[in-house]
């Protein structure tokens, strides 16, 4: 299962977010999700473990105050909708890889 955990303090790493979750059976990977501009954590991340270890650490670490912030800890869920897919600029009617078709 993927796990999503929020309000995590900044200054957590991979391996503390993976230590935290380790008590409740093997985790196979845990990441901390860094601003791709500044390299910085932006305050979250995931953890993927079997479901039933994962089942028993969201309910023991749900809102559990670590490093001085509340935890938030629930199932991942796909991200929904919004922006993705083909940028770049439009071609106009007939153009193609080859160059506007002619006749």
């Known amino acids: 299962m993927n796990i999503y955990v929020g309000n995590l303090a900044f200054r957590t790493t991979d391996d ?3 230590s935290m979750f ?3 059976g093997p985790v196979r990977s845990a990441s901390v ?3 791709r501009e500044t390299g910085r954590s932006r305050g979250f991340g995931f953890v993927e473990m079997g479901d039933e270890d994962g089942h028993k650490a969201i309910a023991s670490l749900n809102g559990q105050d670590i490093d001085g912030r509340r935890l938030t800890v629930n199932e991942a869920r796909p991200r929904q909708g919004g922006a993705g897919g083909g940028g770049g600029p439009r071609s106009r009617y007939g153009d193609g ?3 506007p078709r002619m006749g």
Request: zero cysteines; proline letters at 8%; glycine letters at 8%.
């Open 16 to 18: 503390q977010l993976r």
């Open 33 to 35: 999700v860094m601003d």
């Open 97 to 99: 890889p080859r160059g």
């Open 22 to 24: 380790e008590t409740f």
